[in-house]
C-alpha cells in the first residue's frame, strides 16, 4: 500500500511540473510541438501506474526517463555535444562520491581534500588544452569535466588498494537485491535534479523575453559562484543523510538527537555567519564580472547575490531537514518538497 501512495505521488509531482511546463510553452510560444509530447507522456505515466503493468521497477525507470525527456526539447546541438562528452564522468563522479562518504567515516578526510584539489587542477588544465589550445569547444569542456572526475576517483580509490583500509570492497559480496530499494530512495534526489533542469530552462527563456541579456548574464555570473557557498549546505545535508542513515540502523535514538542538535545549533550559526560575509561582499562579486556600477546588468547581478546571502540559512536548513527526513524514511514528504524546492519558488513568481 505504502509502495502504490508513493509510486502515485511521485506521478502526480511530475505531472504538475509537466503542466507548468506546458503551461510556460504555449504562453511563450515555444515550440508547437512540445505540448502534445508532454500530455501523452503524462498520460502514459498515469496509464502505467493504474494497470499496474510493466512491473514497479520497470515503471521507475520510466518515470525517470520521462521526467529527463521532458526538458530534451530545449537542448541545442551544442548543449548535447556537452552533455555526450559530460557523460563519460558520470560513473567515475558517482562512485567516486560513495567512496567519499566512506573515507569520512574512516577519518581520511585528508584524502578527500587530496581528490578535489586533483580534480580542479586537472579540469583547468584541461580545459586550456582541450578548448584553447585543441580548439575542441563545448566538446572539450565537457571531455575536460569527465577527465577531472576520473582523477578524482583514482586519487579516492586508491586508499582502498592500501593495507591500512579498514573496508573492502567485494563484487561477489553485493547484495543486488536490494537495487531495488536503492533506486526508490535515491528518487527524490533525481526528482530534484529534474526539476532543476526544467527550472533553468524556464528561467532563461523568461530571462530573455522579460530582461534581455542583461538578466541572462546577471543570472550567469550569480550561478557561478552561488555554488561555493551552497556548498556548505549541500555538504552538511549529505552528512546529515549519512550519519542519520547509521544511526538508524543501529537505533541509536540519543544519537540522531545529538547530531540534529549540532546541526540545527552550531552549523546553523556558522551558516549565518556566512550570509552575512555574502552580503557584505556582494558589491566585490558584482564588481569580478561588471566594472561599471551604473549598469542595469550590475544592478541586476548585485540584487541576485544580497537576496542569496539571506536565503543562504534558509537553504541549510532546507537542506538538513530534507537529508534527516529523507534517512528516516519519509519518502513522500520528500518527493514534495524536491518539486517545490526545485522548481516552484523560482519558477511560479515569474
Known amino acids: 500500500m505504502n509502495q502504490k501512495r508513493n509510486e502515485r505521488f511521485i506521478i502526480f509531482l511530475v505531472s504538475i511540473t509537466c503542466i507548468v511546463i506546458t503551461a510556460e510553452s504555449v504562453i511563450m510560444g515555444w515550440e508547437f510541438w512540445v505540448p502534445p509530447l508532454i500530455l501523452m507522456g503524462t498520460v502514459a505515466l498515469w496509464i502505467m501506474d493504474i494497470t499496474g503493468s510493466p512491473e514497479y521497477k520497470a515503471r521507475q525507470i520510466a518515470y525517470l526517463l520521462y521526467a529527463m525527456l521532458v526538458v530534451y526539447e530545449a537542448l541545442k546541438p551544442a548543449l548535447i555535444n556537452y552533455i555526450i562528452g559530460y557523460s563519460f564522468g558520470i ?45 575542441l569547444g563545448v566538446w572539450g569542456l565537457a571531455l575536460a ?12 580509490a586508491a586508499y582502498y588498494f592500501t593495507p591500512g583500509a579498514k573496508l573492502h570492497y567485494s563484487i561477489k559480496k553485493a547484495l543486488w537485491k536490494d537495487l531495488g530499494w536503492l533506486i526508490v530512495i535515491g528518487i527524490p534526489g533525481a526528482l530534484l535534479e529534474f526539476c532543476l533542469s526544467a527550472r533553468g530552462i524556464v528561467i532563461n527563456r523568461l530571462l530573455l523575453k522579460y530582461s534581455g541579456s542583461d538578466g541572462l548574464s546577471a543570472m550567469a555570473s550569480f550561478s557561478m559562484v552561488s555554488g561555493i557557498f551552497l556548498a556548505y549546505c ?10 542519520v542513515s547509521v544511526f538508524v540502523g543501529e537505533e ?11 546541526a540545527m545549533t552550531r552549523g546553523l550559526a556558522i551558516s549565518a555567519l556566512l550570509s552575512v560575509i555574502v552580503a557584505l561582499v556582494s558589491p566585490l562579486l558584482t564588481g569580478i564580472f561588471f566594472d561599471d556600477p551604473s549598469s542595469n546588468v550590475y544592478h541586476l547581478a548585485y540584487q541576485l547575490f544580497v537576496i542569496y546571502a539571506f536565503c543562504i540559512p534558509l537553504v541549510y536548513i532546507c537542506q538538513v531537514l530534507t537529508n534527516y527526513l529523507q534517512a528516516m524514511g519519509h519518502v513522500i ?11 516552484f519558488p523560482w519558477s511560479s513568481p515569474l
Open 145 to 156: 569535466t569527465s577527465l577531472s572526475n576520473l582523477v578524482y576517483f583514482f586519487i579516492l
Open 252 to 262: 541509536d535514538k540519543n544519537s540522531i538527537k545529538e547530531i540534529m542538535k549540532i
Open 234 to 243: 549541500l555538504g552538511n545535508g549529505a552528512i546529515i543523510r549519512m550519519l
Open 91 to 135: 560513473l567515475p563522479m558517482l562512485l567516486a562520491q560513495q567512496i567519499a562518504a566512506f573515507l569520512q567515516l574512516e577519518r581520511q578526510d585528508r584524502i578527500g581534500y587530496y581528490g578535489i584539489a586533483g580534480m580542479i587542477i586537472t579540469n583547468v588544465i584541461m580545459d586550456i588544452l582541450l578548448v584553447a589550445v585543441l580548439k
Open 333 to 343: 514528504f520528500v518527493n514534495i518538497q524536491s518539486v517545490f524546492d526545485g522548481f
